[in-house]
């Protein structure tokens, strides 16, 4: 594997979801530690003990995070992998091998991969226990767990209907309406303008999204929910997220804030003395979400805070040493 390229292709990826980049991040940690101790078939014989394993994944992760800023699961793959190789150096020099640390930093990928999916397979459990006959399920973006959540329920013969945006600037709702309606579920697709007007008309309604991160200050996900979600509390549509325990940071580390993106993704020509603004991602409350529901099932916003408040981080992966960036103004500071 060209480890560099696949770097580069990760940190590139502006279509994929958390998840599938997390999956992705997992794959290439394994085999980078494999190489760095000679493990990998194809690679030349390495001597990479535990401290510099951790080292490589803590270098892997952060150029990862850096490129994904907005994207929990990232950390959190990584905390696991570096909390997994902690004791790796002296099992190293009781057994003079390094075999043992690329198999424990593969089962750890595989078992947080497992995990994410087995997340995914509960939530959608639970979501479909409050899917009623005729129910108009708005979603935005295009998130794993809620393309799961809606197969499940339609396998469990629920009927409903789903609303995608088309989630500009790069359109992946689009992609998340063809493929439900290819599945069977009775889908439509509008620009993320109208979805309001639409929202507001149809009956037993509710606004269903994934997240990046579930934080202390508020839910990830792409730009747009903020204003859907204010929309729903006030026309009394409820508002659920549906995220496993992969996206929650823990209390402790700053709301990792996204980068801005290329604006040529929003204008092709941008004329002189035109500043055009293209963030993927904002912050939506908690005091604006119904439920979050969780592979343990739904919780209110005080008792998400709670579970917050119980994750942990490896101390090496400091999350407040990226500030916020340009635009966004820290939790609670007002707009002046």
């Known amino acids: 594997m060209n480890h560099d390229a696949a770097v580069e292709s990760i940190r590139n990826?502006?279509?994929?979801?958390?998840?599938?980049?997390?999956?992705?991040?997992?794959?290439?940690?394994?085999?980078?530690?494999?190489?760095?101790?000679?493990?990998?078939?194809?690679?030349?014989?390495?001597?990479?003990?535990?401290?510099e394993v951790a080292t490589l994944l803590l270098g892997l992760g952060n150029a990862l995070m850096e490129a994904h800023p907005a994207m929990a699961p990232l950390p959190n793959l990584f905390s696991a992998l570096l909390e997994c190789v902690q004791d790796a150096p002296a099992r190293s020099a009781r057994t003079s091998s390094h075999g043992d640390i690329p198999g424990r930093v593969r089962q750890a990928a595989d078992a947080f991969v497992d995990r994410m999916d087995e997340h995914n397979r509960a939530?959608?459990?639970?979501?479909?226990?409050?899917?009623?006959?005729?129910?108009?399920?708005?979603?935005?973006?295009a998130s794993s767990t809620v393309r799961a959540a809606l197969l499940?329920?339609?396998d469990a013969g629920r009927r409903f209907s789903v609303h995608c945006t088309e989630s500009r600037p790069v359109g992946e709702?689009?992609?998340?309406?063809?493929?439900?309606?290819?599945?069977?579920?009775?889908?439509?697709?509008?620009?993320d303008s109208l979805a309001f007007a639409l929202l507001r008309r149809s009956d037993r309604a509710m606004l269903v999204v994934g997240a990046d991160a579930v934080t202390p200050h508020g839910v990830v996900n792409k730009a747009g929910t903020l204003g859907l979600a204010t929309a729903a509390r006030s026309w009394?549509?409820?508002?659920?997220?549906?995220?496993?325990?992969?996206?929650?940071?823990?209390?402790?580390?700053?709301?990792?804030?996204?980068?801005?993106?290329?604006?040529?993704?929003?204008?092709?020509?941008?004329?002189?003395?035109?500043?055009?603004?293209?963030?993927y991602f904002d912050l939506t409350p908690l005091d604006c979400v119904s439920a979050i529901f969780t592979e343990e099932g739904p919780l209110t916003a005080e008792e998400t805070v709670r579970k917050l408040a119980e994750c942990h981080m490896h101390p090496w992966l400091n999350l407040d040493t990226h500030p916020p960036s340009p635009g966004f103004p820290p939790p609670g500071r007002g707009r002046g």
């Open 152 to 154: 499940s329920c339609r």
């Open 236 to 279: 009394g549509v409820p508002f659920y997220v549906l995220a496993g325990g992969e996206k929650f940071l823990p209390s402790a580390s700053r709301d990792r804030h996204p980068r801005e993106r290329p604006p040529e993704e929003v204008l092709a020509e941008i004329p002189e003395g035109l500043r055009v603004v293209n963030y």
């Open 173 to 191: 709702g689009g992609a998340l309406a063809r493929e439900l309606a290819r599945h069977g579920i009775m889908a439509t697709l509008s620009t």
């Open 123 to 141: 939530i959608g459990r639970r979501f479909c226990a409050i899917v009623d006959p005729g129910s108009a399920i708005f979603t935005h973006s």
């Open 13 to 51: 990826d502006n279509t994929s979801g958390s998840q599938t980049i997390t999956r992705h991040a997992a794959e290439l940690a394994a085999e980078r530690v494999a190489e760095a101790c000679g493990a990998h078939a194809a690679a030349p014989r390495g001597t990479a003990d535990g401290d």
